[in-house]
């Protein structure tokens, strides 16, 4: 597929594997020109112009990534910050070092890479800034509270931002994903006082089972790719793409609709959680 506008600089956070990893992909197949980053960079970097190592949750390592992109390429088009990682258990079970961790990747390693790429776009006046935000940032998923609290939080800051830096030229929009099949699930992290012992033991693991198993009944990723490629490309992209399949969308319309504790019933029967 070739471009139809001029190949772009675009640097995508968390690329080992994933969304991150086929999106650059993708990106790069249509003559953009892509640097992935990662923390722990071991798969091989053929999708990519150039992986860097980087870690998000790092203030100098972000800053000396970006520092190199610069460099490299002259300028920085488009971000699409993808890195992320997924907690869960009971919010009784969580220490607030867990809820830390959860939040220094979701929501503050956000924060620092925009800070970190604006500077140059304001002054380009030109730019697009996509944030990997999710559905869950906008239905709460009982026992996967915290992941869901730094999705809303995400959410709020993409519109803040979008406003902001509007007549600077910059874009900015949101990608919401529903459930895929991705290395998510298998680094979604259990907090350690979800044990046997605990009160919330037998609803907590009923609710991540069904959370691993809709995850992995959807293999196609595809329109999470369209949408970044659109978030891109687009020269006015919308704030939301809201990807997933039709339950999980008409459950972010119910929301509104249905009395509250009803709408609860229907996310608590779902996950065993009730």
Do not use: W
Not at 13 to 31: D, E, H, N, V, Y
Not at 99 to 127: D, K, Y
Not at 188 to 213: F, G, L, Q
Not at 231 to 245: F, K, M, T
Request: glycine residues 8%; aromatic residues 6%; hydrophobic residues 45%.
């Amino acid at each position: 597929m070739v471009v139809q506008r001029a190949p772009s600089v675009v640097l995508v956070t968390g690329t080992s594997s994933g969304f991150g990893r086929a999106i650059a992909a993708a990106l790069r197949q249509r003559g953009h020109r892509v640097y992935g980053t990662s923390r722990n960079p071991t798969a091989a970097a053929r999708d990519l112009d150039t992986l860097i190592t980087m870690d998000v949750d790092d203030d100098a390592a972000v800053v000396a990534a970006v520092a190199f992109v610069l460099a490299d390429a002259g300028r920085i088009d488009a971000l699409i910050n993808n890195a992320g990682l997924g907690c869960a258990g009971a919010l009784e079970d969580t220490t607030v070092e867990e809820a830390r961790r959860q939040f220094e990747t979701n929501f503050f390693g956000v924060h620092r890479v925009c800070r970190a790429v604006l500077p140059h776009m304001r002054e380009r006046r030109a730019g697009h800034i996509v944030n990997m935000s999710s559905l869950g940032g906008l239905v709460t998923v009982p026992f996967q509270g915290m992941y869901c609290a730094s999705k809303y939080a995400l959410e709020a800051y993409t519109q803040a931002l979008r406003m902001e830096v509007r007549p600077f030229g910059i874009h900015v929009a949101m990608i919401e994903p529903g459930d895929f099949a991705t290395g998510f699930t298998a680094h979604r992290y259990i907090t350690a006082a979800s044990t046997p012992d605990s009160p919330y033991a037998a609803r907590c693991r009923s609710a991540v089972a069904t959370m691993a198993e809709d995850e992995s009944a959807t293999t196609d990723i595809g329109p999470v790719i369209r949408a970044a490629i659109d978030a891109i490309e687009s020269d006015r992209p919308p704030l939301r793409y809201p990807v997933a399949n039709r339950l999980q969308l008409a459950l972010v319309r119910l929301r509104h609709v249905l009395p509250q504790r009803l709408y609860e019933k229907l996310l608590m029967d779902h996950y065993g959680a009730g």
